[in-house]
């Protein structure tokens, strides 16, 4: 069946690097997403992998390996203003985007 | 330039009364979708829209209905409301599927006693 497994919540300290992890078990793969929500707002799009390796953007990077259903969200330099929940969504073969419960990350000064 | 706008904001709903959230989008993109969002569960699929004209059943439809009579609009309808349907919802657009980044609205705080 459809698996999408982050942690809950995780915790780092501004100034940082933080990891934050997705597995999946899914229908096939067609690639797998990264949203940012903060509380009370909407989603906003962070990365899009759909090659294995990893894809710099600024602070944030993702890494995907498709042989272990793995990705993760690497934050650099954390800055109070990364404290949200950060959503790994996965696109299965048939084009369904499964989304996982989100990890929350608590920035502390 | 607004890009995508949901209404209302919030509202209380009492059980059995048919309500309609509203979606419209300004950057005239082919696919919609409406969302729900629960603590501690993922983002789930209600139904979604590909192009004006079609719509499609996500991962949780019953109770739902939706209409996509043009591009940039697409209600989404609770024809007889009842207490677990209490969410969050969101509206989003992509420019063609499921595999291009998805714009969200601002949401839509649903309580229904």
């Known amino acids: 069946g459809q698996n999408i497994d982050q942690p809950t919540e995780m915790t780092a300290t501004e100034g940082a690097i933080v990891q934050i992890n997705c597995t999946y078990q899914?229908?096939?793969?067609?690639?797998l997403f990264w949203y940012q929500q903060h509380a009370g707002e909407a989603p906003t799009f962070l990365s899009y992998?759909?090659l294995d390796g990893l894809e710099e953007k600024g602070r944030f990077s993702s890494f995907l390996s498709r042989s272990k259903g793995y990705s993760y969200l690497l934050l650099k330099e954390l800055q109070m203003k990364d404290s949200a929940s950060y959503l790994c969504a996965v696109l299965e073969s048939n084009y369904q985007l499964i989304w996982g419960a989100g990890t929350k990350l608590i920035i502390k000064p | 330039i607004a890009g995508i706008t949901q209404a209302p904001t919030s509202q209380i709903l009492a059980a059995g009364r048919r309500m309609t959230l509203r979606c419209t989008q300004d950057?005239?993109?082919?696919?919609m979708y409406w969302y729900r969002q629960d603590l501690g569960l993922g983002l789930r699929l209600i139904h979604y829209s590909n192009t004006a004209g079609t719509t499609g059943k996500g991962e949780v439809p019953d109770g739902y209905s939706v209409s996509r009579a043009n591009t940039d609009d697409f209600p989404l309808t609770l024809a007889s409301a009842v207490p677990s349907q209490t969410s969050v919802y969101f509206c989003a657009s992509s420019d063609s599927g499921s595999w291009d980044t998805q714009y969200f609205g601002p949401g839509t705080r649903l309580t229904v006693l």
């Open positions: 950057m005239r993109h082919n696919a």
């Open positions: 899914t229908s096939g793969f067609n690639g």
């Open positions: 992998n759909v």
